[in-house]
């Protein structure tokens, strides 16, 4: 069995710490439970991630990234079915390799906080919704039923991903693509 490389054990670390600061926020989240989700020793963890704000700081940074690749990816393509179906399958292929990554970027819409107490939320809710052509309708609503159904796809997704996550993810990703993008109420492409 093949090590992992140094960039694979951080990117795992970030991943357990992402899922546990989307499930308990911050401030409730300690080094030593990331540690222990991560199965390493908090002295090991704080080898590689001197503190936990160095480790909120590394989630943070993969956190925007990954959504504004989200986003450049859909960019060229136009508003409306095919463009949602490129960003489904962006998130899908994230929610199988990082399923930790998937829970805090869709927290942004399921934090208890009003708009504007987390920088990074508000940002990565921006920029996800601009990914479907929304891009200025959060927190304000502007198209109601546009809006609950985007939301209501990335809830799909995640919450299938989530309880899907011990099976292959190969096997899960198209599946995941296709309950998300029957929430949208586009009708399936041929041969979807």
């Given amino acids: 069995m093949r090590r992992p490389t140094p960039a694979e054990i951080d990117d ?11 499930r308990h926020g911050y401030k409730d989240t300690s080094v030593q439970r990331i540690a222990d ?3 390493y020793s908090k002295t090991g963890l704080l080898h590689r991630f001197p503190s ?9 940074e993969h956190c925007a990234e990954t959504v504004r690749e ?14 949602d179906r490129v960003v489904l399958v962006a998130l899908a292929g994230i929610a199988v390799r990082r399923p930790g990554l998937i829970a805090l970027v ?29 891009a200025d309708s959060w927190p304000e609503v502007t ?9 209501g796809a990335l809830g799909a997704l995640a919450v299938a991903a989530l ?10 990703h198209d599946h995941l693509v296709a309950v998300s993008y029957d929430a949208l109420g586009h009708p399936r492409p041929a041969g979807h």
């Fill in 106 to 134: 869709l927290s942004a819409f399921s934090q208890m906080t009003e708009p504007g107490e987390s920088a990074l939320l508000d940002d990565v809710g921006e920029t996800l919704l601009g990914a479907f052509g929304l």
């Fill in 163 to 172: 309880s899907l996550r011990h099976l292959p993810g190969d096997e899960v």
């Fill in 143 to 151: 198209d109601l039923e546009r809006c609950t159904r985007v939301v």
């Fill in 37 to 39: 989700a991560a199965g």
């Fill in 52 to 60: 936990k704000e160095a480790l909120w700081q590394a989630v943070s």
């Fill in 70 to 83: 989200v986003f450049d990816q859909a960019e060229g393509t136009p508003i409306g079915p095919s463009r």
């Fill in 12 to 22: 795992e670390i970030v991943d357990q710490a992402a899922a546990l600061f989307a």
